[in-house]
């Protein structure tokens, strides 16, 4: 009995050990199959990539918001530019048609006076010059005047001279100043170019608006910026002295073809000479500056 007793109290004992056993190893169970078991190295690794991935969207999002700062700002600076291109392309074209009407200085918009401004000072106007004479040069390179000396040039001896500035209407003396030298560097170019012409074989022809009161003056002008004592030019005498500048112009290039010479080219800055019947072949218009009334 007491063996039995005491197997049967064994065998309750290890029955009882082994539902617990059971129960553990159930619950050991329940706890795998919801749960995730993460040793620590991998835990580390999973918390850095965690970390790593942050790092980069917080970099992504830093980069794109820069981003769109920079196509704003260029965004605004191309708008600018073309509002700045807009007025300038305004404002050039105008000056041309100021030409071509000879309109006063009154007439040139306010908005524009920063325009003539620039054209003279950031060095176009000079530039516009010496591309011109360069394209005179390369027409004529490609010539020869025949030999009987009736091929002409007609140039304008206005581009030739520095004109009186200090009557103009630049009330600025820091414009006077940029006007002036420009002026002075566009005659010398100019000069070149005549000086090359003639050692081509080319017969100059001056003209001037001026009057024949001023013939010496302007004959020393010309003979100190290198040409000789025989030089021909046209000036305005006293019974054309009322007629417009391109009449008078224009009549005496009638003048001229009617005594038998050829008139290969007309070069000018100004627009009257380019006016009425007998022109050359070939003209060429040069730069010329826009005067205006700056503000004080």
């Known amino acids: 009995m007491s063996s039995f007793s005491d197997h049967h109290a064994d065998s309750g004992n290890s029955s009882h050990s082994l539902l617990s056993r059971r129960g553990s190893e159930m619950g050991s169970q329940y706890v795998i199959e919801n749960g995730v078991y993460m040793s620590a190295f991998t835990a580390t690794v999973f918390v850095t990539a965690l970390v790593t991935i942050g790092i980069l969207m917080l970099t992504l999002l830093v980069s794109l918001t820069m981003m769109l700062d920079s196509c704003q700002s260029r965004q605004s600076g191309v708008i600018k530019r073309s509002k700045t291109n807009v007025h300038y392309d305004y404002c050039k074209i105008y000056a041309f048609h100021a030409e071509l009407n000879n309109l006063g200085v009154d007439e040139f918009p306010t908005?524009?006076?920063?325009?003539?401004?620039?054209?003279?000072?950031?060095?176009?106007?000079?530039?516009?010059?010496?591309?011109?004479?360069?394209?005179?040069?390369?027409?004529?390179?490609?010539?020869?005047?025949?030999?009987?000396?009736?091929?002409?040039?007609?140039?304008?001896?206005?581009?030739?001279?520095?004109?009186?500035?200090?009557?103009?209407?630049?009330?600025?003396?820091?414009?006077?100043?940029?006007?002036?030298?420009?002026?002075?560097?566009?005659?010398?170019?100019?000069?070149?170019?005549?000086?090359?012409?003639?050692?081509?074989?080319?017969?100059?022809?001056?003209?001037t608006r001026q009057h024949t009161s001023n013939r010496n003056a302007t004959i020393e002008s010309l003979i100190s910026t290198g040409f000789d004592g025989q030089t021909s030019c046209i000036m305005?005498?006293?019974?054309?002295?009322?007629?417009?500048?391109?009449?008078?112009?224009?009549?005496?290039?009638?003048?001229?073809?009617?005594?038998?010479?050829?008139?290969?080219?007309?070069?000018?800055?100004?627009?009257?000479?380019?006016?009425?019947?007998?022109?050359?072949?070939?003209?060429?218009k040069l730069a010329n500056l826009i005067h205006y009334k700056l503000e004080q």
């Open 111 to 207: 908005i524009c006076k920063q325009y003539a401004l620039d054209y003279t000072k950031e060095g176009q106007f000079l530039r516009d010059v010496n591309l011109t004479t360069q394209i005179v040069e390369n027409y004529f390179s490609n010539l020869k005047p025949d030999d009987d000396h009736l091929d002409v040039i007609l140039m304008d001896a206005d581009d030739l001279s520095l004109l009186d500035i200090t009557d103009s209407n630049i009330s600025s003396e820091l414009s006077i100043k940029h006007v002036g030298d420009a002026k002075y560097l566009a005659s010398s170019m100019v000069s070149r170019l005549c000086m090359k012409l003639q050692a081509s074989g080319w017969s100059l022809v001056f003209f």
């Open 236 to 284: 305005r005498s006293k019974d054309k002295v009322q007629m417009e500048s391109w009449e008078y112009l224009s009549g005496r290039r009638v003048q001229l073809h009617s005594e038998g010479f050829r008139i290969a080219s007309v070069i000018s800055s100004q627009m009257d000479a380019f006016r009425g019947p007998c022109l050359g072949k070939q003209n060429f």
